[in-house]
């Protein structure tokens, strides 16, 4: 009796201990935080031609997560031929070839946001810029004539636009309940770079009370960039709620930051796996505006 309850106990140990491996495991293949991190260490690694350590990097970031985005797979593949890490690069290549395999991605999904993003564009043609400053110009006077034809011309183009970029976001926010979120695994790079900007474009989610909780979920599953993520939040609070860029993704302000608030946003930054403010970035600045180049 005894020895069949010490058996019991042994086989219920075993599958706990096997239990806790797979949870560590599934944990670990999807650290996309650590993830977008590592990498950009790699690359900045690579930009000082540090390529050994960079290997190193990517290897570590590689391991973290079941998806590794092209541009990374492509950075590494790059440094292995160079170092003539054969199995590394097989596998990179290997990753490569399976990415440009069209039949990996919804194509219906993308053909879809394909066509969303050409409705997004041709409001934004020159056209409907000349209407948006006219506008507004009138709008913000509240004493100007409303009735005159520049406006009412002006108006009626504005028009269109909210209600073009109503619809595709609509249409965008269905096709994520349906199909998932848009990401480059789901629909390739180029179609999520195109969904990316109609959600960067649902300005009229001031708070981003309907859109936070979908890229909270999309930034911690890999389908969003820490940038892109950083670009919405800053967007909308900057843009459409008048106050401080909370990431500085949007570089409004970033040259009056003390040391303090530096500290502050590069934590709140990392928490997102964005590099640190200032770092891998060429900034200028004008009477006008600062401008940030990526160089790494």
């Keep these: 009796m005894c020895s069949l309850i010490i ?10 201990k096997v239990c806790l491996t797979i949870s560590l495991f599934s944990f670990g293949q999807n650290d996309y935080i650590n993830y977008h991190l590592k990498s ?6 690579a930009y000082e031609q540090k390529l050994d350590s960079a290997l190193v990097f990517y290897k570590q970031a590689f391991e973290l997560v079941d998806y590794i985005h092209i541009k ?13 890490d054969k199995p590394f690069y097989k596998i990179t290549s290997d990753k490569i070839k399976s990415f440009n395999n069209q039949s990996n991605f919804n194509n219906n999904y993308r053909k879809i946001i394909d066509s ?5 564009q041709i409001v934004r043609s020159n056209k409907y810029y000349q209407a948006q400053q006219v506008y507004y110009k009138y709008m ?6 409303k009735t005159i ?7 009626k183009l504005m028009t269109e636009w909210f209600h073009v970029d109503s619809m595709n976001i609509e249409k965008l926010l269905s096709l994520i ?10 629909i390739g790079k180029e179609g999520y770079r195109k969904a990316f900007i109609v959600l960067l474009h649902f300005d009229t989610d001031q708070d981003n009370s309907i859109l936070k909780p979908i890229i909270d979920k999309a930034l911690f599953n890999g389908d969003i960039a820490p940038d892109d993520y950083a670009w919405i939040i800053d967007r909308r609070l900057t843009w459409c709620q008048g106050k401080d860029p909370y990431y500085y993704h949007m570089p409004f302000g970033l040259d009056k930051l003390t040391e303090v608030e530096i500290k502050n946003i590069n934590e709140r930054r990392k928490k997102i796996g964005l590099r640190k ?5 060429e900034i200028t600045k004008d009477d006008m505006s600062i401008a940030i180049k990526e160089l790494y």
Excluded: C, H
């Design 72 to 84: 990374n797979l492509k950075a590494a593949n790059k440094i292995a031929k160079k170092l003539k």
């Design 140 to 145: 913000k006077d509240s004493l100007s004539n």
């Design 40 to 45: 950009f260490q790699a690359r900045k690694l």
């Design 7 to 16: 058996k019991k106990m042994i086989k219920s140990i075993l599958i706990l």
């Design 149 to 155: 034809d520049e406006f009412v011309q002006s108006q």
């Design 116 to 120: 969303i993003a050409v409705e997004d």
């Design 177 to 186: 309940t349906k199909y998932g979120f848009p990401s480059e695994k789901n």
């Design 277 to 281: 403010l200032y770092e891998g970035v």
